[in-house]
Every structure is written in structure tokens, then in C-alpha cells.
T-cell receptor, first 115, second 112 residues
């Protein structure tokens, strides 16, 4: 019940296109959903995050769409650029672990933007 | 502003040798601290987390251990490395009561 399932495993998108990465979860108690971006050889960096009381959050070209009833959330990258080529991880927070705020991560999506 | 440091950046060690990786956080106090391992092309596996000095919780049984001797210092250790310990080790911190985690630059460990 602690799993977060992420798809696709890899994604190739043309420059200027929309990149869409999906995550699904089972634990309805999850209450915080961040996305991380990781470049090769670097640590993941927080990209954008959402709480279940809103259905969408946008920051620049990055948008999280959240569907509470379907237990799904997705990352949309508009006008995708070669610099967006990276591995993206979704995650969810388990609120029952008060005091340490553990995150459950998806398995990652390797995004490649081609010219 | 807060900064997280990890060292060394890269480490090559023979099988059976000891290990000590260090992580320190600046600009905050009483953070939650985490150690993750990432195998090549894989996801993030939580190894240990700590909510305070001397308080360590283990997520995965293995030949690794963690310690938190100071509020903003987190150490990952092993007495005898295995080949399977190779990977990218990431330290992360999070403010107490806040769900966000911030990752360090990582240490790439190769056990030969």
C-alpha cells in the first residue's frame, strides 16, 4: 500500500512538445506529492509539489495535475526543451510517520528531448 | 540559506574494506536527515533516517549502519564492503514538520 507506480520508464519528446509523466498510488492517506528532477551524476532537485486539496499547480512550464478520486497525479512539461532531458521522480508523503516525513518514490522516468 | 554537503564525491574501495561517508547540513537546526542509495539507472532506496542526535531508524537490513553524532551531521558506515554496496549514495535533509526533502550532491561508490 506504500507503493507509488510511475510510468513510462522512458520517454522521448520532440523539442517544443508536451512531456507527460504519470504516477498512481494506493494509500489514500498520502497528503503531499512532490516531483524531483535529476541530472546524471547529480542529486535530485525538488521541481514542484502539490497537496490533495487542489487539482492543479503550475510553475512556469511545469504543471502537476492531481486526480484524487483516481489516485493519480501527473507532471506536464510544456514547450519541452533539450535542457529538460533528465530523470524525473514522483513521490508521496506518508502522514502516519509524523516527525520524520518519509517519502515513497516512484521508479523514475528518463526523459529525452530531441531537436 | 541552507546547504547540504557530502563527501567524498567519488570513492573506489576494495571488497572487505570499511566505509565512512559524511553528510553535513548548514543553515538550519534540528533537521530530519536521510540516507538513500540509488543503483545505476534505478530509483531511490531509503536506507536510514534520523529525527535527532543519536536517533537512527533503519529501513533495509544490510551491512551498512548510520550515526548522527551532531545535529547537522549524518554518517553512513560499513565495517566490510560488499560488491553489492556499489551505487550512488544520497543524503537528504528536511525541516522538522515539513514534508519536503532536499538532496545533497551524492557520493558515487564503486566496490571492486
Amino acid at each position: 500500500q506504500q507503493q507509488v507506480k510511475q510510468s513510462p520508464q522512458s520517454l522521448i519528446v520532440q523539442k517544443g512538445g508536451i512531456s507527460i509523466i504519470n504516477c498512481a498510488y494506493e494509500n489514500t492517506a498520502f497528503d503531499y506529492f512532490p516531483w524531483y528532477q535529476q541530472f546524471p551524476g547529480k542529486g535530485p532537485a525538488l521541481l514542484i509539489a502539490i497537496r490533495p486539496d487542489v487539482s492543479e499547480k503550475k510553475e512556469g512550464r511545469f504543471t502537476i495535475s492531481f486526480n484524487k478520486s483516481a489516485k493519480q497525479f501527473s507532471l506536464h512539461i510544456m514547450d519541452s526543451q533539450p535542457g529538460d532531458s533528465a530523470t524525473y521522480f514522483c513521490a508521496a508523503s506518508d502522514p502516519t510517520n509524523f516527525g520524520n516525513e518519509k517519502l515513497t518514490f516512484g521508479t523514475g522516468t528518463r526523459l529525452t528531448i530531441i531537436p | 540559506s541552507q546547504t547540504i554537503h557530502q563527501w567524498p564525491a567519488t570513492l573506489v574501495q576494495p571488497v572487505g574494506s570499511p566505509l565512512s561517508l559524511e553528510c553535513t547540513v548548514e543553515g538550519t537546526s534540528n533537521p530530519n536527515l536521510y540516507w538513500y542509495r540509488q543503483a545505476a539507472g534505478r530509483g531511490l532506496q531509503l536506507l536510514f533516517y534520523s529525527v535527532g542526535i543519536g536517533q537512527i531508524s533503519s529501513e533495509v537490513p544490510q551491512n551498512l549502519s548510520a550515526s548522527r553524532p551532531q545535529d547537522r551531521q549524518f554518517i553512513l558506515s560499513s565495517k566490510k564492503l560488499l560488491l553489492s554496496d556499489s551505487g550512488f549514495y544520497l543524503c537528504a535533509w528536511g525541516p522538522r514538520g515539513v514534508k519536503t526533502q532536499y538532496f545533497g550532491p551524492g557520493t558515487r561508490l564503486l566496490v571492486l
